[in-house]
């Protein structure tokens, strides 16, 4: 039986290795913290990216003290009342569906992870409410291993930037991940993330107030143009 072929990566805008480095040494200054969710190990931090989905991480910051505080454990979440977590979920939005997802995500850890959090990419995808993006989180956050996540706002400004020339996540995670050092890659992406939440935004990017205004090929502010001399 044939193997499948691989996708074909289109090439790199040109210049884009350069502004690849140049952006993750500005974001580090800008964002010494690259995640905002608060967490002590690696299952709080699962629980926390699933509930950051359509809100903010301050929000998920305030519901997950008390979350945790009643359900501790994998083990404790998966026994737990969805009646009860929805009540305490209730502020993240969503808060059946992600009920449904935290309770079922503790269920598969317990089941067939002895209540670990798996450290492989190929075991964390098949947990209830991990996609590739959350997963590469995961790797990178809980555990300090090479990840980069794609979410909508990497997506925009990987292609606002003049990274990569493609919307399709896989292709952008694997064009930047080409560009940067290893070590690099989880910041870099959450980084690029919490950029994305506060200055490029989609609709009206603040280009005047970004620290990449220099080099981005999509900025709106231009370099004044040297006057010349009268005398």
């Not at 450290?119 to 959350?134: A, F, N, P, S, Y």
Request: net charge positive.
């Amino acid at each position: 039986m044939p193997k499948p072929e691989k996708p074909v990566l289109p090439p790199p805008p040109r210049g884009a290795r350069p502004r690849a480095l140049k952006a993750v040494e500005r974001l580090q200054q800008e964002y010494p913290a690259a995640t905002e969710l608060d967490h002590k190990n690696a299952w709080q931090l699962v629980v926390a990216t699933i509930l950051s989905a359509q809100t903010t991480d301050r929000t998920v910051n305030l519901v997950t003290p008390k979350l945790f505080a009643r359900y501790p454990t994998p083990a404790d979440l998966a026994a737990a009342d969805p009646a009860d977590v929805e009540v305490i979920l209730k502020p993240t939005g969503f808060f059946r569906a992600k009920t449904r997802s935290v309770i079922r995500c503790a269920q598969d850890l317990v089941e067939r992870f002895h209540g670990e959090v798996p450290q492989r990419m190929e075991d964390l995808v098949t947990l209830q409410g991990i996609g590739r993006k959350t997963a590469n989180v995961i790797l990178s956050v809980g555990f300090g291993l090479p990840g980069f996540a794609v979410d909508t706002h990497v997506n925009r400004l990987a292609n606002r930037l003049g990274l990569v020339s493609t919307t399709d996540p896989a292709k952008i995670e694997k064009q930047v991940t080409r560009m940067i050092p290893r070590r690099e890659w989880g910041g870099f992406s959450l980084r690029l993330i919490l950029h994305g939440r506060r200055i490029c935004v989609a609709r009206r990017p603040k280009c005047e107030q970004c620290l990449m205004n220099d080099f981005c090929p999509s900025s709106t502010v231009r370099p004044r143009s040297k006057s010349k001399r009268l005398f």
